[in-house]
């Protein structure tokens, strides 16, 4: 099975502040890397594809990049609905598998 | 809008039986693949298996294959999840996904739109 290991686990940050989360895989995975938000009690909501596409719909701010191994999702200024968990998920073999999520908090 | 409305969770006692189903709407339901995923109480997401838009591939996470079945009934754009022989550790919250492409020969590896979840209780 492929690991994926996010991190950090948690972090605090202000509204307006730039946000960057990491995700790497345990073996190459190309760009089959989708990212996730999910909010207390709601379904999780796919934010990004191909590790770089914006799913339709969710904002500019943010933006993911990446490639083979080691991946990142970037928040450009934090914004007051953004706070959440966030998941990587690798799409590349089955079983599909998450990172363990990193929970971004108000600072 | 795509629409996934699961139901049928509840408390079960070890080694029982139960079944998911999860109602489809607002999209060519026979197109795609689902998935279920599970989420334990305050972890994370775990994939629980996948099927085919037409039924015929179904592929399972370790940790549950030989006691779930994934099944889907295309005539009444439904999606079930036979469990049996639960565990405690099988206690979570069950979500059915759609995946993102429409009618992928192998896997689809794309949870895209997510239903609500129902809670699933293994505990005597």
Known sequence: DIRVTQSPSSLSASVGDRV???CRASQGISNYLNWYQQKPGKAPK???????????????????????????????SLQPDDFATYYCQQSHSLPLTFGGGTKVEIK | QVQLVESGGGVVQPGGSLRLSCAASDFTFSNYGLHWVRQAPGKGLEWVAFIGYDGRNKYYADSVKGRFTISRDNSKNTLHLQMDSLRAEDTAVYFCAKDRLDRVITFGGDPESWGQGTLVTVSS
């Open chain 1, 20 to 22: 960057t989360i990491t």
């Open chain 1, 46 to 76: 796919l934010l990004m594809y191909g590790a770089s596409t914006l799913q339709s719909g969710v904002p500019s701010r943010f933006s993911g990049s990446g490639s083979g191994t080691d991946f990142t999702l970037t928040i450009s």
